[in-house]
């Protein structure tokens, strides 16, 4: 088995109580797939390279070790269309740009997008991520080759759930066994998919063990849509169908009542909170303070690259304290450290790998970054995680590691030719427009 | 006089009319301290080297040659403060942190965090900026050994006027002469300078030919004790009292009145959007999309690293148009190239250069950034600007130059050594917080 010293780090490893200190000076040491040590001090990685003379070791002077990110809710293959529809109304969006483009793009392009969208995370540092787009089953190879850690939920709307379904199944037996691979049942939302066509996901999910992602409460519209149709709010509508539980990652959850807050902490769903893709497209606020304060897990995510338009965590996590402190109108708002929680501790709940993912403890998931901390955006250090999610940059990124695999090193990724990729996407791009 | 000729970029000058394309394949050159031509194709540049055969040649192939950005409002000293106190009230903020950090702070120290200051925002494309702080007079020095171009407004309350007004009588003899350090009167704001202190401040500033800044409806707090104290707005109060031209920079503008709004715009007043800060400490919105389509100049800025916390102009921009959409409802509000064009174009008459700064063409000051296109969040390019705006780090930019010198080259400052920088920051903020 492989094994990996980090020496020397800041260690930040989400892991403190209250109002214990966040990080300190130490070492963490990894052995094949998990992390095996984390301490303080230097005594014990000694003892640790003793025991792993073949250890690869990185000196981590000036340099912090914390958790990989959490991306809760992306569509990764749509960096293709990234730029290609900004500061439009949302229907010409979507239907003079977004679906004719997504119509005429085979499996291997959205391969091809994922592929991008992947290498733009984890020079991001972030180690998973949970997909919701189309071709799901070709992308498990893409996200097995790339190393990183992956939910790809297989979307659906009632007009393709027959095309879908069967897509599921054969992305459930490509990612049988994969250790980081794992599928999930994609409703797109209540206001598209029947109450019929949401059932016969759950029981597929229910079927084949999987977890289930859905849009909820995105936009007024949407509610309105559910109103009308079926008397209630699109929270109330789920929940009647029995789809809310802890095994569900709710997307965006922006405009809810008193009650909806209060039914997704009692069925413990994992919100997933986008909030630049909430600012660019209009969607509103929203409540994640209330959320959080209620006892829900909050979780945060990019969205896609058509209403964000990139992937970055850093400036994610950053937004959604902000926007919450201009929100409620109390700088206190979300804090630093919580937010932080959101996207490491929090989003493990979204795999199901709560206190094995986001962390950094013995028997963990080897899912770890380090970040650069001699730069100038990030000097001096009077509170380092207040810096991190206030002037943290992807850009600050220099190693990760996925599943104890050294995946970037030195900002770069192993066996990825960026010309080449850039080159096969804006060809892939023409072609498509062009069709 | 030195020359330097950015060959076979992609050019965006910010220079376009409506509806005519943004950006070209091109070449620029830049002779002096001016731009002497900017062209489509590559047909001129032979001429360029045969007329300039010393040039430096930076062949800008897949980069990006534009206008260096302009952050209308900073208090760049304030990154020996970045990160120091978070999280918590207003008053708590100031009272307990701020001002007394600030009382033991030396003009040396002040000099210290300025340089820091610039280090990140010429990293980050950041050309000039306007500055409004404490000991403008010893910075002058440090503006000039830097190569950035700033405005330094010198703050003043009732309480210090006497010292400061001398101090900007030296800062204004220090930077006699100079072509990027130019000095500006800075009363703090009209809840803390009386109306006969803003007027002796204004008296001062047209004795020496000088511009003014001063913090202008930035919170309710400010709003209501105009009110109470002088029966009107913030803006009503600086309009009866004659401050209100193109030679003021009002920071912030977030509670305005319609009248507020159509006075800003008739007086021709630069308005200094801080996203941002508004959000971190709970400002509110300022109306930037209705100040805009009024007409009035609105320019971005990052305002101070305790309320931002960097000084990060592309997620400024970035910020800047999520927030409208979000805040108006409306996904088309503030467009990207709109936003870009408060960062430069609009930016240049906060230093009474509208037309010589923030564009690239012949005759103007050569200030230009060069950005490396070919990263991942760039990619593919369906709209350049959208891209730029939505997506654009700091770190993508590789090489700035500031009136007509290299200031920035391969992300190198030259002559600064950083770890040196870090390690004497981090002890002044440790002895002034252990005074």
Known sequence: MTSILFRNATVLPMTAEADAPKYFTGWVGIVGNRIERVEAGDAGADEFLAAHPDARLFDC???????????????????????????????????????PFEGRQTADDVALGMTLGIVEMLLGGVTSFVDMYYHE???????????????????YFDSNIDEVFPQIERAEAAA??????????????????SPENLLRGRKLADRLGLRM??????TRDEVRIIGERFGCTPVEHLDRLGLLDERLIAAHCVHLTDDDLRTLVERRVVVSHNPQS??????GVAPVERLRKAGACVTVATDGTCSNNDLDMWEELRTASFLQKSYTG??????????????????????????????????????????????????????????????????????????????VEKRQ??????????ADVAAAVERIKRA
């Open 61 to 99: 002077r000036g340099k912090l070790v914390m958790p990989g990110l959490v991306n809760t809710h992306c569509h990764a293959a749509m960096t293709l269309q990234r730029g290609y529809a900004d500061d439009i109304a949302l229907m010409e969006w979507l239907n003079d740009y977004i679906w």
């Open 413 to 422: 990724i192993e066996g990825i030719d960026l010309e080449r990729l850039y």
């Open 137 to 155: 089953d070709r992308c498990v190879e893409v996200a097995e080759r790339m190393g990183i850690r992956a939910m790809l939920g297989c979307n």
């Open 176 to 193: 049988a066994g994969s250790l980081r691979v794992q599928i999930a049942v994609a409703p797109h939302s209540a206001y598209t998919v």
């Open 213 to 218: 992602m859905t849009h909820v409460a995105e």
């Open 278 to 283: 909430n600012m660019k497209i209009s969607s």
């Open 330 to 407: 109390d700088p206190c708002a979300l804090p630093a450290y919580e937010a932080l929680r959101m996207a490491t501790v929090n989003g493990a709940r979204a795999f199901g790998l709560e206190g094995l993912l986001g962390v950094l403890r013995p028997g963990a998931l080897a899912d770890v970054v380090v970040v650069d901390l001699r730069k100038p955006h990030l000097q001096p250090v009077h509170d380092l995680v207040g810096n991190l999610v206030y002037c943290g940059k992807a850009s600050d990124v220099e190693t990760v590691v996925v599943d104890g695999r050294v995946v």
